[in-house]
């Protein structure tokens, strides 16, 4: 059967919270709670730079895989960049295409709003990912011989798991 997918609406803040949620539980963490993560949600929604996509492993399936986008200008391409935030596809989909169907759908949404670059970051970890992202072209480094591009990331709250 094949996988349905499509861009969230302001309806389905909760479902996408919920996804979310259980990406947090995945990654062991306790923290943001629920509240929290559809309150940051329904912001997000409204910003017109965030998209959050949504898909399900058959026209009858329930949501269980999400990634949202978010776009900006980017100087250095002289057009838009997409970052790729919060790939998750619940354990009941996995193996059935949703996550290539949500990256091809991120693709088609950041070519529409006329992006040069799509990035994100991963864990080295999860090799599942890893193989989904380069299968799309993602690659950590520059090219052939050059050292790797890092991801670094600073905390400047004092929150949980700075």
Excluded: K
Excluded at 6 to 24: D, Y
Excluded at 129 to 158: I, K, V
């Amino acid at each position: 059967m094949p996988v349905r997918t499509w861009v969230a609406g302001p309806h389905e803040a909760e479902v996408v919270a919920g996804l979310l949620v259980r990406f947090r539980d995945h990654l062991g963490y306790d923290w943001p709670s629920e509240n929290a993560f559809l309150a940051g949600v329904e912001r997000l929604m409204d910003d017109r730079d965030t998209e959050f996509l949504l898909a399900a492993p058959g026209d009858d399936a329930r949501p269980a895989g999400v990634v949202q986008l978010r776009f900006r200008f980017g100087i250095w391409r002289a057009g838009g960049d997409c970052l790729v935030e919060d790939v998750f596809v619940g354990d009941e989909a996995r193996g059935q295409g949703v996550g290539r169907a949500l990256m091809e759908l991120a693709t088609e949404r950041a070519l529409q709003r006329g992006c040069r670059r799509m990035e994100l970051d991963v864990s080295e970890a999860n090799a599942a990912g890893l193989a989904l992202y380069r299968a799309f072209g993602f690659r950590e480094s520059a090219g052939d011989g050059a050292p790797r591009d890092l991801y670094l990331r600073r905390h400047l709250d004092a929150g949980r798991d700075a």
